[in-house]
């Protein structure tokens, strides 16, 4: 018998992390979320860009970096959860 093929999982977008009401109350309250390329990770050469991120939340001058490194999709998924629990966090009702 042959061996079993084996197939990453392909990272997807999460649909439902997505919330436009959420983001825009963070950016109308000064928050900004936005990625940076990890500078220890080495990046496609061919396309000069970073495969791999970390999160930066900022609010004015005060800003805090993920410990945790994120794809470009992965990355994506990360910012709208994080706009969710700011939302819920900091929003007066």
């Known amino acids: 018998m042959g061996k079993k093929i084996r ?39 061919k396309n000069k860009l970073f495969t791999t991120f970390n999160i930066v939340i900022q609010r004015g001058v005060e800003y805090k970096t993920s410990s945790g490194i994120y794809t470009k999709i992965g990355a994506s998924n990360k910012i709208w959860e994080i706009y969710g629990w700011l939302y819920d966090k900091h929003a007066d009702r």
């Open 7 to 45: 197939r990453k999982h392909k990272e997807q977008i999460d649909y439902s992390l997505i919330n436009q009401k959420n983001a825009d109350w963070c950016i109308n309250n000064g928050y900004r979320v936005y990625v940076i390329g990890v500078d220890s990770v080495p990046y496609n050469k």
